[in-house]
């Protein structure tokens, strides 16, 4: 049985922020999300140029290549911020998050760096995929805080490790799917909201993903919309015939 993916991709630029530095891209192939940073150091400029230096990805790939597709389409993507910054120094600071998904039908690998997330939704369950690159993570895993203690720290918004131009060593993923799958990909500006237990029964009782990612969107609205919100939703299926 051959699957594919059908997604559905929302973006928002919430209720306080001046403009969307959360840049993203969804295909057949592949699923992105880049939250940019920086404010006037062009964080929009930087989540941009990392979409556009992944985008060649969205096509079939070898599952044994799969990794270094991946790796290669990343150091691009820094590549190209830190010429960009070296051009004008008055953009040193810009940075953005990734975390990219990319799908065969046979195998799904993922890259990770910063405080975007994705999720799993499986026989009912949502797992969190990634692990925030962020300080009061590090603190948690530490053990100096509870995680429930991390979600209103006052330090919480502070990442770690981002695309800036400089070396950077992202996680990586590899998923076996499974028919009825349900991807979540999404900037913080949604988890800084709302929190798993919500997501999960969102993920799991609205069926189309269009529907779903617009609800995700609303809930975060709803909850004050600090920050720009953009969420992918993408489920696994068969391929029609």
Aim: net charge negative.
């Amino acid at each position: 049985m051959t699957l594919h993916l059908r997604w559905a991709a929302v973006t928002d630029q919430g209720h306080v922020r001046s403009n969307n530095e959360d840049c993203h891209y969804a295909g057949d192939q592949l699923l992105v999300v880049a939250d940019g940073m920086g404010g006037m150091a062009a964080g929009d400029l930087a989540s941009r140029i990392t979409i556009e230096a992944m985008v060649s990805l969205d096509t079939p790939i070898d599952t044994e290549n799969q990794m270094d597709a991946l790796h290669r389409a990343l150091e691009n993507a820094n590549g190209r911020i830190a010429e960009q910054v070296a051009a004008d120094p008055s953009l040193q600071g810009m940075g953005t998050t990734l975390t990219a998904v990319i799908f065969n039908g046979e195998r799904a690998a993922m890259a990770h760096v910063g405080d975007s997330r994705a999720y799993l939704l499986r026989d009912g369950r949502l797992n969190q995929l990634t692990k925030d690159d962020t300080y009061v993570q590090m603190l948690v895993d530490q053990g100096l805080i509870k995680p429930d203690e991390a979600a209103v720290h006052p330090r919480r918004a502070v990442v770690t490790r981002v695309l800036q131009g400089e070396p950077v060593t992202p996680a990586y993923v590899i998923v076996e799917p499974q028919r009825g799958d349900r991807w979540l990909l999404c900037s913080d500006g949604l988890t800084g909201v709302v929190t798993d237990p919500v997501l999960e029964e969102e993920l799991r009782t609205i069926a189309d993903p269009k529907s779903c990612a617009e609800r995700l969107i609303d809930l975060a609205l709803r909850g004050g919309g600090p920050d720009n919100i953009t969420v992918i939703v993408a489920d696994v299926d068969a391929m029609p015939t």
